[in-house]
């Protein structure tokens, strides 16, 4: 969403629509995330909601602007069509069949709308561009930022730590299996002997017989 933010404060028509969905993108992953993260995520929620409303009017008067201009010159372009129509052969026109177009009680109310919503999206952006300084001036965005790098790497730190308790864990069961293997050899040598002990007297004893 910041990275929006030079183009969009600069008015750039495409960068504040750009901003806008980004604005409420973050809205929804805050929605279901932001618990992770505090109250600076609760906080950005909030200013990216308000940011998504400002731009969101804004891109309203951006779209409604040029619909107005275009149906004006629509209603005008018909109107000279029928007027001129109406001359027929007359070497020059006449100002009254003008005047009598048919849509000409909508020509002022459609270039007084055009006119309203150009200056509300200039006040919407003076809007926008103050709203935005003020998040920069209080580190709305900075505080969620560093929440988010704060949690993500106690993230990472807990999974080095899983990590390398799993990995003492399979060294306590190599040196376990290690231990249970020298005490089988151990009791398999003894056995050996005991057995070797046993037949050194056994031959020991055939020699000794008397034949």
Partial sequence: ?????????????????DMRIAAKRLRYVLEVTGFCFGRPADTARRRARDLQDILGEVHDCDVMLPRVRGHLEEIQR???????????RAPDLDPRLAARA??????RGLDVLAVYLEARRELLSDRFVAFWRRQEET???????RAVDGHLERAREARRTAK?????????????????????QAERARLDRERTV???????????RPR
Avoid: I, N
Avoid at 1 to 17: E, V, W
Avoid at 164 to 184: F, G, K, L, M, S
Avoid at 198 to 208: K, P, S
């Fill in 1 to 17: 969403m910041q990275s929006f933010a030079p183009r969009a404060l600069a008015g750039k028509t495409k960068a504040q629509h």
């Fill in 78 to 88: 018909s109107d000279a069509k029928a007027v001129r129509e109406r001359a027929g």
């Fill in 102 to 107: 048919q849509h000409r009680t909508a020509y």
């Fill in 139 to 145: 580190g709305t965005w900075a505080r969620l930022e």
């Fill in 164 to 184: 390398a308790a799993e990995r003492a864990r399979q060294e306590a069961e190599a040196a376990e299996r290690a231990a249970r293997q020298a005490e089988a």
């Fill in 198 to 208: 046993r037949e050194a007297e056994r031959r020991r004893e055939q020699v000794e």
